[in-house]
């Protein structure tokens, strides 16, 4: 199941939003502005970024020291959607679509890396599959990965920074180290529990934000083609 919520915080950054918005259904507005002649110049000038929020965020927030009372992904991950990202001024979400992984695409977005497509080994995939956890039943880590990328759907935001530098801003968003102790007040990741699992992620390159803004829009296609 997929679902699309389009953000018209950013009319000044993509007047595209306004005009569509009135035509269009949620997941159309989507389609429209990923497939837009403007986006591949956008992704190149790096005012735009790929940002996702894996599943299990319930189960990794604290939702105390966010000052919230939810209890379910959903609610947590609009509450940082429209509340908590949306008053960032340099970086804010044009939209974001809820998608339910499978195998198939897991493999896809996890099994390239966009800056090295020829070297499969150089991929997430290929070093999660190496990294014994269990050496008894010989579990890797891309086991517990898949796991948890499977068990609910992750929320994927794409990210605008009108005046550049959409990458470096959404990370610094996040948090640059995946240690809940060593991150900052106003960092994503400092609203972690624990270091157990990390539920961000954000695009590292410009191949990437093509790569994955390419999947997003596939997903998309898919969606309004049923």
């Known amino acids: ?118 070297d499969l080994k150089s991929s997430p995939m290929y070093r999660m599959k190496n990294i014994i956890i269990d050496q008894q039943s010989g579990r890797t880590q891309w086991d517990s990965f898949r796991e948890m990328m499977l068990m609910g759907p992750s929320t994927f935001l794409i990210m605008g920074a009108k005046n550049g530098q959409a990458r470096e801003l959404w990370r610094k968003e996040i948090g640059p180290s995946w240690d809940v102790n060593k991150s900052q007040p106003g960092e994503l990741r400092n609203l972690a529990i624990s270091n157990k699992c990390n539920v961000w992620h954000g695009s590292s390159s410009e191949n990437a934000v093509l790569y994955e803004l390419g999947i997003v829009a596939d997903q998309v296609a898919k969606m309004i083609a049923i």
């Open 1 to 118: 199941m997929m679902m699309a919520h389009v953000h018209l915080l950013v009319r000044a950054f993509y007047p595209l939003v306004v005009r569509f918005v009135c035509e269009l259904r949620p997941l159309e507005i989507a389609r429209a502005i990923l497939n837009s002649p403007e986006m591949a110049m956008l992704i190149h000038e790096d005012k735009i970024t790929v940002g996702m929020i894996k599943p299990g965020l319930k189960d990794h927030f604290d939702t105390q020291k966010a000052g919230i009372s939810f209890s379910t992904d959903k609610d947590i991950t609009s509450y940082l959607v429209d509340d908590l990202l949306s008053k960032n001024d340099q970086i804010r979400p044009l939209f974001s679509v809820t998608i339910q992984f499978d195998d198939q695409m897991l493999e896809e977005f996890y099994g390239v890396d966009p800056d090295n497509k020829q």
